[in-house]
T-cell receptor, first 117, second 111 residues
Framework: SAVISQKPSRDICQRGTSLTIQCQVD?????MFWYRQQPGQSLTLIAT?????????ESGFVIDKFPISRPNLTFSTLTVSNMSPEDSSIYLC??????????????FGQGTRLTVV | QKEVEQDPGPLSVPEGAIVSLNCTYS??????FMWYRQYSRKGPELLMY????GNKEDGRFTAQVDKSSKYISLFIRDSQPSDSATYLC???????????FGTGTRLTVIP
């Protein structure tokens, strides 16, 4: 299993500012993902964090708005830039290690509850 | 049309009841089928995982996949108050990265 520590757990931010969310895993994992969960909506994949290279973004998400870093196999950050109230959501980190566990998205962090005012 | 459809509920049942949760989907290429449980203010927890079709049982939980009808189910037997949570279905194609989630069904088990 993998234990994920996601920080901060919640924050209230002013519009126009940026927030960086950290995801730390207690073991090396092959894949790390960032999701957004808005009230009443499905979890939506923002991007796949690639170690040592640029993240792969899904349709509707761009690097300028959601820059992602993944410096090693246990850590990633997601930044929500130039925030507006529409960015208020829960942001979740998810990991998998298909070499050891065939289950996709087997583990999720606790989430970061972001409110933009 | 959404990739995955799930009735949001809410669903309230008495303790001990059998619960049936369902999702339908449109993409016949989906091969991975998952059910997650999410407690309030927590991240999703993978509950059941099925590859391709068939049934899978784990304790009080049974997952069923009917690919001909594009329909998956999660059954909870002898439901407990601790089962009160939101249940999310999710599915994915082989070789893809994007896991498509339902919107979740909120379940309350009343003691």
């Amino acid at each position: 299993s993998a234990v994920i520590s996601q920080k901060p757990s919640r924050d209230i931010c002013q519009r126009g500012t940026s927030l960086t969310i950290q995801c730390q895993v207690d073991s090396q994992v092959t894949m790390m993902f960032w999701y957004r969960q808005q009230p009443g909506q499905s979890l939506t994949l923002i991007a796949t964090a690639n170690q040592g290279s640029e993240a792969t973004y899904e349709s509707g998400f761009v690097i300028d708005k959601f820059p992602i870093s993944r410096p090693n196999l246990t850590f990633s950050t997601l930044t929500v830039s130039n925030m507006s109230p529409e960015d208020s959501s829960i942001y979740l980190c998810s990991v998998e290690n298909r070499a050891l566990d065939l289950r996709p998205r087997a583990f999720f962090g606790q989430g970061t509850r972001l409110t933009v005012v | 049309q959404k990739e995955v459809e799930q009735d949001p509920g809410p669903l309230s049942v008495p303790e001990g009841a059998i619960v049936s949760l369902n999702c339908t989907y449109s993409n016949s290429a989906f091969q991975y089928f998952m059910w997650y449980r999410q407690y309030s203010r927590k991240g999703p927890e993978l509950l059941m995982y099925t590859y391709s079709s068939g049934n899978k049982e784990d304790g009080r939980f049974t997952a069923q996949v009917d690919k001909s009808s594009k329909y998956i189910s999660l059954f909870i037997r002898d439901s407990q108050p601790s089962d009160s949570a939101t249940y999310l279905c999710a599915m994915m194609q082989t070789g893809a990265n994007n896991l498509f989630f339902g919107t979740g069904t909120r379940l309350t088990v009343i003691p």
